[in-house]
């Protein structure tokens, strides 16, 4: 899976997700300009020791992420889908079907993904259900709900399932 920012602006919660996409073994993508520095310490304090286990790339603009991304035929039902996650989409994100190497892209904080790339991938817009008074949710948290429902979908792949007590063990051990 891939998760993909589209010009971030918050440190921290560039870091968060950072942090997400290494629990996850989530590859994270950076489309320019930043908002902050990738040295920042909010953002490494955010992504705690995690960050130098991250698989991230950074990319001059969208065309470039693109072209380096999505350069297969957009009918091959096996080639991975770039879905938009945004306030102003028609289907949720569970109406959808993730396949394993998709990417999902965010917006910035400000004002999410630009409209101009929005509309040339209507079919590809999902948002996360929310009352009309919000405006958004934090950048950080939907990330984290879209990015679990699609390793859901794809059976939590690689991932482990259970855990372990650290001092005591369960009755059923």
Not at 4 to 33: D, F, K, M, Y
Not at 65 to 93: I, Q, S, V
Request: aromatic share 8%; proline share 4%; glycine share 6%.
């Amino acid at each position: 899976m891939n998760i993909v920012l589209h010009q971030p602006e918050i440190p921290a919660n560039t870091g968060n997700i950072g942090r997400t996409c290494v629990a996850t073994g989530t590859s994270l993508h950076l489309i320019e300009p930043l908002g902050f520095h990738i040295d920042e310490k909010s953002l490494k304090r955010a992504g705690m020791d995690y960050w130098d286990k991250l698989d991230v790339h950074r990319y001059v603009n969208y065309s470039d992420f693109c072209e380096a991304n999505l350069k297969g035929d957009k009918n091959d039902k096996n080639a991975p889908r770039l879905w938009m996650a945004t306030t102003k989409a028609h289907k949720c994100y569970t109406d959808v079907t993730f396949g394993p190497d998709d990417y999902i892209m965010f917006g910035k904080e400000s004002a999410g993904i630009p409209e101009e790339i929005l509309v040339d991938n209507e079919e590809y817009c999902i948002r996360i259900p929310m009352l009309d008074e919000i405006r958004s949710l934090n950048l950080s948290n939907s990330v984290a709900i879209v990015l679990y429902e699609a390793l859901r979908q794809n059976n939590f792949a690689d991932m482990a399932r259970t855990g372990s007590l650290h001092r005591l063990a369960w009755k059923d051990q």
